[in-house]
């Protein structure tokens, strides 16, 4: 998977679409049959590029159910990632993803923000065959992965997912999210932005990703907590139920710290979330071994403000 060209003025290109384009970002896609490892559950076959830029106005499948969310966060335009309605090919639906990238080279700034709405059409099926979208973000210049999550239809976070309705051929839908990210000690280091959205791997049920003013910097100017997380007991044989503890968690400014979110097995996915103390039951498939949880928190600053992870 290629990334796009560098961006200038260590910032990312375009990110608020407000070219009218996808100018600075390169553009991939292709099939995905299912599975939660990327990008090695993923065909790129550089099409087809089921994206576009969107001016305002309701997303179409939740208006046509009498739910009203805008496409554009802010501004004229904004990027969909992959598509709402299905997309077929000789009268047949495939299971599609798109994805856009971008790299910047020299990057200066504190912060790394953006602004994210999800439409997943709910399939039913195992998590690994269902409607879901990644943001990755990677530090080139050191190879490592600073940011990574993959939410599918049925673990989008409980707090701000809505439903159309109950059955499987509803959708899960989140309205815009902001996501802002310390970026303090990649000062000088080439990143690069990673953005998927997938249908089901079965076919005939689709999911979107609309994203909005990705940017260097800070769209708050506040202060992002620190994730502070315990497993106590954390020696103990599989099949032990354990306590996680987010409690250290903390922020500089006191801020509310409401939700705790939890991966189990570094994908991205969100396996468990909600308070600060939580029990964990090891799975019992886990050989002898040392293995790392990871833990993500989110505050509630001051209005207008919105939540910030």
């Given at each position: 998977?290629?990334?796009?060209?560098?961006?200038?003025?260590?910032?990312?290109?375009?990110?608020?679409?407000?070219?009218?384009?996808?100018?600075?970002?390169?553009?991939?896609?292709?099939?995905?049959?299912?599975?939660?490892?990327?990008?090695?559950?993923?065909?790129?076959?550089?099409?087809?590029?089921?994206?576009?830029?969107?001016?305002?106005?309701?997303?179409?499948?939740?208006?046509?159910?009498?739910?009203?969310?805008?496409?554009?966060?802010?501004?004229?335009?904004?990027?969909?990632?992959?598509?709402?309605?299905?997309?077929?090919?000789?009268?047949?639906?495939?299971?599609?993803?798109?994805?856009?990238?971008?790299?910047?080279?020299?990057?200066?700034?504190?912060?790394?923000?953006?602004?994210?709405?999800?439409?997943?059409?709910?399939?039913?099926?195992?998590?690994?065959?269902?409607?879901?979208?990644?943001?990755?973000?990677?530090?080139?210049?050191?190879?490592?992965?600073?940011?990574?999550?993959?939410?599918?239809?049925?673990?989008?976070?409980?707090?701000?997912?809505?439903?159309?309705?109950?059955?499987?051929?509803?959708?899960?839908?989140?309205?815009?999210?902001?996501?802002?990210?310390?970026?303090?000690?990649?000062?000088?280091?080439?990143?690069?932005?990673?953005?998927?959205?997938?249908?089901?791997?079965?076919?005939?049920?689709?999911?979107?990703?609309?994203?909005?003013?990705?940017?260097?910097?800070?769209?708050?100017?506040?202060?992002?907590?620190?994730?502070?997380?315990?497993?106590?007991?954390?020696?103990v044989p599989p099949g032990t139920t354990v306590t996680l503890d987010g409690s250290g968690?903390?922020?500089?400014?006191?801020?509310?710290?409401?939700?705790?979110?939890?991966?189990?097995?570094?994908?991205?996915?969100t396996d468990l979330s909600g308070g600060a103390l939580q029990t964990w039951t090891i799975?019992?498939?886990?050989?002898?071994?040392?293995?790392?949880?990871?833990?993500?928190?989110?505050?509630?600053?001051?209005?207008?403000?919105?939540?910030?992870?």
């Amino acid at each position: 998977v290629l990334g796009a060209r560098s961006a200038h003025a260590a910032d990312f290109f375009n990110g608020g679409f407000e070219a009218g384009s996808f100018a600075g970002w390169t553009e991939n896609g292709g099939y995905w049959y299912g599975g939660t490892n990327y990008p090695a559950n993923y065909s790129f076959d550089n099409s087809p590029y089921q994206s576009a830029i969107v001016e305002p106005g309701d997303v179409p499948c939740l208006a046509s159910l009498g739910v009203s969310v805008n496409q554009v966060r802010s501004g004229s335009y904004a990027a969909r990632i992959n598509s709402n309605d299905a997309f077929t090919t000789g009268g047949l639906a495939y299971s599609h993803f798109s994805q856009i990238q971008q790299t910047v080279s020299g990057w200066n700034s504190p912060y790394l923000s953006f602004d994210w709405s999800a439409v997943l059409e709910d399939s039913g099926h195992a998590r690994e065959n269902r409607p879901h979208f990644r943001v990755i973000l990677e530090d080139l210049t050191t190879a490592t992965t600073i940011y990574n999550i993959a939410y599918y239809s049925d673990n989008l976070p409980p707090d701000v997912v809505q439903r159309t309705g109950p059955f499987t051929e509803d959708w899960a839908y989140t309205g815009w999210q902001h996501i802002q990210l310390n970026t303090p000690s990649l000062t000088g280091d080439t990143l690069m932005l990673t953005i998927l959205a997938s249908d089901c791997s079965q076919s005939g049920h689709d999911g979107a990703l609309y994203v909005d003013n990705i940017m260097g910097v800070p769209a708050t100017g506040n202060e992002l907590p620190v994730a502070v997380g315990m497993v106590r007991l954390n020696r103990v044989p599989p099949g032990t139920t354990v306590t996680l503890d987010g409690s250290g968690s903390h922020d500089s400014e006191n801020d509310t710290i409401d939700l705790y979110d939890w991966d189990f097995d570094g994908d991205g996915v969100t396996d468990l979330s909600g308070g600060a103390l939580q029990t964990w039951t090891i799975p019992t498939a886990w050989a002898p071994g040392t293995y790392t949880v990871n833990l993500r928190v989110r505050e509630q600053p001051s209005a207008p403000m919105p939540a910030q992870w």
